[in-house]
């Protein structure tokens, strides 16, 4: 699913990728547990929120199942590579690309012909226990 997210639609954005993962849960019985639920939102607030708010151009979104993950990319119209900060306890804010990068199973970035791609992928399934439909896993 790629979606194009309105200006200040990080509220958007999560509500698409629950709709994704809940229908995936539901049509096709991939296990989805609410931790990687939240993650995944989490995630994707984070990728478009720094999008919009450091690149004036479009940003779009794209999500996928890969396997027992989801793959979250965004591109944007900026080809500067986002870059970690050392971590600072004091630091007000500025802490999203470390969170991400914190719950993600893997993180890429690259610059494409226009622009660059961020790419996460996170497990479906990180509470065993849990379900986001209310379907026990299988």
């Known amino acids: 699913m790629a979606v194009a ?9 999560r509500h698409l990728a629950a709709a994704l993962l809940t229908g995936l849960q539901a049509e096709h019985g991939l296990p989805v ?34 396997g027992d993950r989801v793959e979250v990319q965004v591109w944007d119209s900026n080809s500067a590579l986002p870059l970690a900060r050392a971590a600072d306890a004091g630091r007000v804010g ?16 690259h610059r494409e012909p226009v622009g660059k791609r961020i790419c996460v992928r996170i497990a479906l399934l990180n509470d065993l226990g849990g379900a986001i439909t209310g379907r026990t896993p299988h």
């Open 5 to 13: 997210p309105p200006a200040g639609s990080s509220g958007r954005a």
């Open 33 to 66: 547990d609410q931790r990687a639920l939240d993650l995944i939102q989490l995630v994707v607030s984070e990728l478009v929120i720094n999008a919009r708010k450091y690149v004036p151009g479009p940003v779009l979104m794209d999500l996928r199942s890969v």
């Open 94 to 109: 500025q802490h999203g690309l470390e969170i991400v990068m914190a719950v993600a199973q893997s993180f890429e970035a």
